[in-house]
């Protein structure tokens, strides 16, 4: 193990258990309010003219607003500036921070944050944030204790879905795996890509799909709610 590999385990260690144990809203040495959050991952990268820190990290807590996450977002970088462990560089010059809105999208769905912040170069070396509104409105309004309309739609199809032994969150994680499953069937049977293999994937995505949409008596046309809520609603 090189010299330079552990000096980042030490920072990774050390920076998940600073955030690793029920952030308070608000400290002492932090001026934005924040949602409370844990790191799942950070990952130090250098390559010529770039020192990266790019950081996963989900949040523990119901209570969001787009205010709050920006504060998290805040949070993390201003740690992430620390940052000095990199052969060539004193601090990062590129920042990425993605937020998520649970731990197993942060480990499963990795482009389902619900927060993210960006500094580079590109971006004058000024950090830049950027929100997934659905996700955003949809948690804002959970602890409000009233009910939008399309929470009341998804509590009705969901009601539809629990009669037949699922629910709607079950039904499009299980709809993302098997995406993922195709894909990965079709890279072994296509390695080289192009249009065969876009075209078998598609193809074998749809026959699982049926299967799954047989056992659960559900129809088509509802394809397009399950992915909706699905990318909204579920954690």
Known sequence: MTKQIIINLIFLFTLTILHSCGNDSTDSDFSYEYAKYEILSTEPFESGEKAQVKCYA???????????????????????????????????????????????????????WIAMLSKSPSTDNLPQYSFNEMQVNAFSGLKDNVKSEEELKMAKLNETFK?????????????????????????????????????YQ??????????????????????????????????
């Open 58 to 112: 989900y949040l523990t807590t119901d209570s969001i607003t787009k205010d709050k996450l920006t504060g998290t977002l805040k949070k993390i970088y201003s740690e992430l500036e620390k940052y000095n462990n990199f052969r060539n560089f004193s601090a990062p010059n590129v920042i990425a921070i993605y937020l998520f809105i649970s731990k197993d999208k942060a480990q499963n769905m990795k482009e389902s």
């Open 163 to 199: 009669n037949r032994g699922t629910d709607i969150c079950t039904i499009y994680k299980t709809l993302y795996d098997l995406e993922g499953y195709t894909i990965k069937q079709a890279d072994i049977k296509y390695p080289d890509y192009g249009f065969e293999h876009s075209e």
């Open 202 to 235: 598609k193809k074998l995505y749809k026959q699982e799909k049926e299967k799954l949409f047989k056992k659960f008596d559900i129809n088509d046309s509802l394809s397009s709610s399950i992915t909706f809520y699905g990318m909204s609603y579920c954690k």
